[in-house]
């Protein structure tokens, strides 16, 4: 049988050629998502989209653009390309933009990561309302319930990647999510909500649905009984489900561009110590079915680990090839895949013990950081921690600090990383922290 894709991305590369490109990059690529929400006991939403495009990039005498269509047919291409190329002439010429060297391609790994479920690709309507329908069952029966929202969102994807210049490239990938947003009666007219939506590649790896129901549950009973938190400084144990949007922050300015565009804390940092030594963190494009997992980023840069910080030490940065030229700088790759904090040996227990007395964070609300400073405010859901152990939940506190400054303070790293992201981060303890409240 034909394979429309590849002959759809052979046919825009020739296209381009004869129009007069030097080089050009396309991509080809399919998915479908699919998504049924419950609430209150009856099924809400069912959504089944199915999309497809086909994007190119350009380099044209010293220009580049790129543009994308979901018109496959042979016989609009043509236009298509023609057009893109002669709009790419129009523009200002860029002696930095260019398409990526060929050397970078090599190197590429030889190994399965376990992406493409069938078990996933294969799911029927039946099968998905039937686990949304248990689900909801599961997370009823308490008579402070208030309201239950499930959810099922699952999707299968198709890539294909040609360049110019010799590239060739292929991914074929499955996701899953399934979980529960659950909203109690709490005293008087108040109310509290906890919910719990893991993620994978793989079915297998998902949790049971009993097992998501009991998690939902105890999220929104912990947070029964919630008082506004006080203010004060001290020790700051963040949750392994939340310390994800810490590690975010902290990376997000740690590129090239934020470099060169001179919006990033990080710059002049190279080499040097920056963090607390108990910060050790590695992007891993191969793990096995990992959320982030590729064997190439989007430059088709071939995948390898790639050490950002060593017990506190700056050692690389995301380093793609057109700020790479601009900085003189050997590109790494261009944007993140994994992000793994390297776990230490202590449990969640441990922690809070160590912790003694401070502010246990388990979810996040709002807030901002800054890229250039590393000045942040974030607001807080959590509990004391009084004697170290898990007491009162607390909310209406904001942390505020450096992010620079708040990993330079992290004292201790949780054994417990968070399966279900592309941030594998496991609990974290930080010391000195400001947290503002009543």
Same mark, same amino acid.
């Given at each position: ?81 023609g057009n893109a190329v002669a709009l790419t002439r129009a523009l200002q010429a860029d002696p930095w933009r260019r398409i990526t ?13 376990? !992406?493409?479920? $069938? #078990? ?6 039946? =099968? /998905?309302?039937? *686990?949304?329908?248990? &689900?909801?069952? @599961? ?110 922050? !902290?990376?997000? $300015? #740690? ?6 565009? =001179? /919006?990033?804390? *990080?710059?002049?940092? &190279?080499?040097? @110590? ?8 590695v992007d891993d494009p191969l793990v096995v079915r990992g959320l982030g997992s590729r064997l190439y980023d989007s430059e088709g ?138």
């Amino acid at each position: 049988m034909p394979d429309r894709m590849q002959n759809a991305a052979e046919k825009a590369l020739e296209l381009a050629r004869k129009a007069g490109a030097q080089d050009a990059w396309v991509t080809v690529s399919r998915s479908r998502n699919v998504n049924h929400e419950y609430r209150d006991g009856k099924l809400e939403k069912v959504k089944d989209a199915t999309s497809r495009e086909l994007s190119i990039s350009l380099y044209v005498d010293g220009r580049y653009s790129a543009h994308s269509t979901t018109d496959l047919r042979e016989q609009t291409l043509g236009a298509f390309i023609g057009n893109a190329v002669a709009l790419t002439r129009a523009l200002q010429a860029d002696p930095w933009r260019r398409i990526t060297p060929p050397e970078l391609f090599k190197g590429r790994a030889d190994k399965d990561l376990q !992406l493409m479920d $069938p #078990a996933i690709r294969d799911l029927d309507g039946e =099968q /998905r309302l039937a *686990w949304c329908r248990e &689900l909801d069952q @599961r997370v009823r029966g308490d008579r402070r319930l208030i309201s239950a929202s499930c959810g099922l969102y699952d999707g299968n994807s198709r890539s294909l990647s040609l360049s110019s210049n010799g590239f060739q490239g292929e991914k074929r990938s499955t996701s899953i999510w399934l979980g529960a947003d659950l909203t109690y009666r709490d005293q008087g007219d108040r109310r509290a909500s906890g919910a719990f939506y893991p993620g994978t590649r793989r079915l297998a790896d998902l949790p049971s649905i009993e097992a998501i129901a009991r998690t939902a549950r105890s999220r929104v009973e912990e947070r029964l009984g919630v008082t506004k938190g006080p203010s004060l400084k001290g020790p700051m144990v963040v949750d392994a489900r939340a310390a994800g949007r810490l590690l975010s922050s !902290l990376v997000k $300015p #740690a590129s090239a561009r934020a470099f060169q565009q =001179q /919006r990033s804390f *990080w710059k002049g940092q &190279l080499g040097k @110590r920056m963090f607390s030594e108990k910060l050790s963190l590695v992007d891993d494009p191969l793990v096995v079915r990992g959320l982030g997992s590729r064997l190439y980023d989007s430059e088709g840069i071939a995948a390898r680990p790639l050490t950002l910080v060593d017990k506190g030490v700056v050692k690389n940065i995301y380093v793609d090839t057109y700020y790479g030229r601009k900085l003189k700088m050997p590109p790494t790759t261009g944007s993140s895949s994994n992000l793994l904090l390297k776990p230490g040996s202590q449990s969640l227990k441990e922690l809070l013990a160590a912790a003694g007395e401070g502010v246990y964070v388990t979810s996040w609300l709002g807030g901002n950081a800054d890229n250039t400073t590393g000045e942040f405010s974030l607001g807080l859901r959590g509990h004391m921690i009084r004697q170290g152990r898990i007491a009162e939940p607390v909310g209406e506190m904001n942390v505020t600090g450096n992010l620079r400054e708040l990993f330079q303070g992290l004292v201790a790293v949780g054994n417990d990383p968070w399966p279900y992201s592309s941030l594998r981060t496991p609990s974290l303890m930080f010391d000195g922290v400001s947290f503002s409240g009543a």
